[in-house]
């Protein structure tokens, strides 16, 4: 089964298993990484902002219209900023790392 990465806010590694064709939120979700996903990864908010390892950000599928509109609210916005809901998994990602920022900001709270 394919692995990757989270690095979380204080540093802490965790290598997680990440099943085929499930998004990086649901990856979060299912092994305990705290990303909030609020709204449930229908691309209307940027809780699920991860920023990815530079060497595998160009592996990733291009960012859609929506998706970027949604980064442009994301705290701490990086140049390889993506949204964990946008994210499938896919062979080609075995490995992937990604790191939590700092913080998020929740316009549906």
Known sequence: MPKMTFIERDGTRKD????????????????????????????????????????????????????EDMLDLAFDLQETSRLGCQIIMTEALDGLVVKLPSATRNALG
């Open 16 to 67: 997680v298993d990440a099943p085929l064709g499930l998004s990086v939120l649901e990856i979060a979700h299912k092994h305990g990484v705290d990303i909030e996903g609020a709204c449930e990864g229908s691309l209307a908010c940027s809780t699920c902002h991860v920023v990815v390892d530079p060497a595998w950000y160009g592996k990733l599928a291009e960012a859609t219209e929506d998706e």
